[in-house]
Structure formats: structure tokens, C-alpha cells
């Protein structure tokens, strides 16, 4: 090259002295990867709970089956999930936040705040209108499957019984709308809060508070309450809005000084 043509054009040493180098793109395993660690700190799934099976993830996120079983591989090597062979087997969850849960939120959550704030909103106004309608339409039957699942909530002892009495009962009162739109729609309005896993976040320090919540809920719709149905609804679903926002809190308090990479 001409004197001219090297003007300008720094040397790969050069470049390294100014803190530049190679961009790193994220792979769609990292994606995967991220975004299950960000489901287990909002607490989609929670500790001791297994995961879906690797087609059914795979389904749900839009990708390979290969790419989430690669991801899960990663996040056994971290520490968060173990894997159990036979029969029952499957990937259990370990721990809901380890040392690369903060760096994932960051990457996920953080720069979808106003998004997200916009969609925890909508959420919690749409299931006041769902409770509403459940309570105008609740049958006999309804009624005896809300109390029942009412009872498998406060029977509960560990964190998995309490996420799976938690998503069924929400589900009944879905199903006491009679209208399967409503259900389909709170599903896919939930999947876009939760990055593509239509998950109910759950969170045991509340359980109490959760309780007693949805013990009023239950006794409004069963009662035809309608007011009074959605705006406890519209209150308990906030909970969920919390949590999103303490999720990416720890994110911005615990997220180290540097780049940040996922697990490899």
C-alpha cells in the first residue's frame, strides 16, 4: 500500500491499545440460555421444579431442538439445572439466581423495561377484566373447581406444589370465563412478559400474602361479586409487576464491571 492508502489505518495492535476488538454475536444458544435464566429468576420455574421436555421448549422458543439441548448442557455445567435419567427423569432445576443470572437479566429485561412496564400494565387490567367476566359467568361446576384448587394452593409445602397450585387455579378462572379467546389471549399476553415461556412468575416469599389473595378471589367470583373480583385481580397481578421490577434491580446491583458473556 501507498503512504496515502495507510494513512488513517490503525494495526490490529493499535486497535487492541484502544480497548477495540472483534464484536462477539450472540449465538441462538446463548439466546436460550439467557433467556432460561432469566425464567428462573422471575421465577417461571422454581427450585426443585423440571423443566419442559427439549422438544416442547424447543417449540416454544422457535428454535432446534439441538440449540436447547446444547443450552441446557451450559446451564449444568453452571451449576442451575441437573439432569435426572430413568423414567421420571428429566432437567430439575437447582438455584432461581446464581453469579451469571444478573448478566442474562441485563441482556434480556433491562433494555425491554418500558416495554415490559407497558405489558405488566396491560396484564394486570386484562385479568381484572377476566375476573370480572368469571364472575358473571361462573358455573357450579366452576365453582367447585375454584374452591378445590383453592384448597391445593394452601395445602401446598413445597415451592413446586405452590407454582402448580398457583398456574391451575389462575387457569380455572380463566376457564370460568367461557370464552376460550380470553384464555388463548392471557396465555400469549404472559408469554410476551415472560420471553416466550407462557409461565406464571411465582414468588414463595409471598405466599401468605399470595393466600389470602387468592382466598378473596376465589370468594368474590364464587359469590358473583364482579367489582370486587376485578379489582382484587387487577391488585394481585401486580405482584407479578414487582417481581419483573426486583428481578432487574438485583440485575443492575449484582451485574459485575466489564463485558458480560453467557455460559459457556
Known amino acids: 500500500m501507498t503512504p496515502e492508502a495507510t494513512a488513517g489505518v490503525e494495526s490490529p495492535g493499535a486497535r487492541g491499545t484502544r480497548g477495540l476488538g472483534p464484536l462477539r454475536v450472540p449465538t441462538a444458544v446463548d439466546e436460550v440460555v439467557d433467556r432460561l435464566l432469566t425464567a428462573l429468576a ?52 437447582r438455584t432461581s439466581w446464581n453469579q451469571i443470572s444478573a448478566e442474562a437479566v441485563g441482556r434480556t429485561l433491562v433494555p425491554r423495561r418500558s416495554e415490559l412496564e407497558q405489558l405488566c400494565d396491560l396484564r394486570c387490567r386484562y385479568e381484572e377484566m377476566v375476573a370480572r367476566t368469571a364472575a358473571e359467568r361462573r358455573t357450579a361446576r366452576h365453582i367447585r373447581e375454584l374452591r378445590a384448587l383453592l384448597g391445593a394452593f394452601a395445602d401446598a ?34 408469554a410476551r412478559v415472560a420471553l416466550g415461556l407462557p409461565i406464571e412468575p411465582y414468588d414463595r416469599s409471598v405466599f401468605a400474602r399470595a393466600l389470602t389473595e387468592h382466598t378473596a378471589l376465589v370468594e368474590a367470583i364464587v359469590e358473583g361479586r364482579v367489582d370486587e373480583s376485578g379489582a382484587i385481580a387487577r391488585n394481585h397481578f401486580s405482584m407479578s409487576t414487582r417481581k419483573v421490577r426486583a428481578v432487574m434491580s438485583r440485575s443492575m446491583q449484582d451485574r459485575p464491571a466489564g463485558p458480560a458473556s453467557a455460559p459457556k
Open 42 to 93: 422471575l421465577g417461571e420455574y422454581v427450585p426443585g421444579e423440571r423443566l419442559p421436555a427439549e422438544r416442547e421448549m424447543a417449540r416454544l422458543l422457535g428454535v432446534s431442538r439441538n440449540t436447547v439441548h446444547v443450552a441446557l448442557g451450559r446451564l449444568r455445567a453452571a451449576g442451575v439445572i441437573e439432569i435426572r435419567l430413568g423414567r421420571v427423569g428429566g432437567s430439575f432445576v
Open 157 to 190: 409445602t413445597t415451592p413446586e406444589q405452590e407454582h402448580r397450585a398457583d398456574t391451575a387455579l389462575h387457569d380455572a378462572v380463566l376457564g370460568a370465563t367461557r370464552n376460550p379467546q380470553m384464555l388463548q389471549f392471557s396465555h400469549e399476553l404472559l
